[in-house]
């Protein structure tokens, strides 16, 4: 698919095969975030998803296990097709807000902070794309958890915010109120840091991505060589 084939998939997706979620969630999320609606972040965001896309796309085999932390919908995940598990909390902080399954794609109430994965769960690529700024518990514990989802040989996408030029700051530094739980940023991370939290993998690609309506984004490709 190119983008604009992409693009009408996503919104048919939506639109479509998902639309009772779609708008039991939409009033929610103009609230939270004070923007408009723009199909639940997709179109602000649509140069780090197509970005994740490039880098993953000739690296992702056919019939490969697809995973999605944090997302409304599969992003990234929806490109490559397959079967595709998204971690969400939404369904779980929304009153009437049912998961969803449709076209090979499941979602699942998931608190990323308090929750386990089912024992064996494994993944062949999953992504934790805008996530970490918005938790408020030990980041230790989420680079735990995700790494334990990898299969040998799996790939994890990491993307976040980063507005420093340098790695002057720690990972920690709160920017943010540590209660609210969605909608806002609560951290602030350097590249330095967040290789540190996933320092067991190996890093294959790094891009950095900057677009008016947030700033500079940076994206880390790595692989779990262990066995």
């Not at 197509?50 to 880098?55: F, N, P, Q, R, T």
């Not at 929750?115 to 514990?141: K, N, Q, W």
């Not at 991505?209 to 060589?225: D, S």
Request: aromatic fraction near 14%; proline fraction near 7%.
């Amino acid at each position: 698919m190119n983008q604009e084939e992409y693009k009408t998939r996503f919104r048919s997706f939506v639109l479509d095969e998902c639309r009772p979620f779609y708008e039991s969630v939409k009033p929610w999320y103009v609230q939270e975030s004070g923007q408009p609606d723009s199909l639940l972040y997709f179109d602000q965001q649509f140069p780090r998803i197509w970005a994740i896309i490039e880098m993953l796309k000739d690296r992702v085999a056919p019939g490969s296990r697809l995973c999605e932390l944090g997302s409304f919908y599969p992003y990234v995940m929806l490109y490559f097709g397959g079967t595709v598990n998204l971690y969400d909390l939404v369904p779980r902080i929304i009153p009437g807000v049912n998961p969803y399954e449709s076209g090979g794609v499941r979602l699942v109430p998931f608190n990323l902070c308090s929750d386990e994965f089912p024992r064996g769960t494994e993944y062949d690529a999953v992504t934790l794309s805008e996530v970490m700024e918005h938790l408020p518990c030990d980041l230790i514990e989420v680079q735990r958890k995700t790494q334990s989802i990898l299969s040998p040989k799996g790939l994890l996408l990491v993307s976040y915010p980063c507005q420093y030029q340098n790695d002057a700051h720690d990972y920690d530094k709160v920017i943010g109120d540590p209660s609210d739980v969605h909608g806002r940023h609560l951290r602030e991370f350097t590249p330095r840091t967040v290789d540190l939290f996933f320092r067991g993998l190996t890093v294959l690609e790094k891009r950095e991505v900057f677009y008016p309506a947030y700033g500079r984004t940076i994206l880390v490709l790595y692989k779990n060589e262990q066995l």
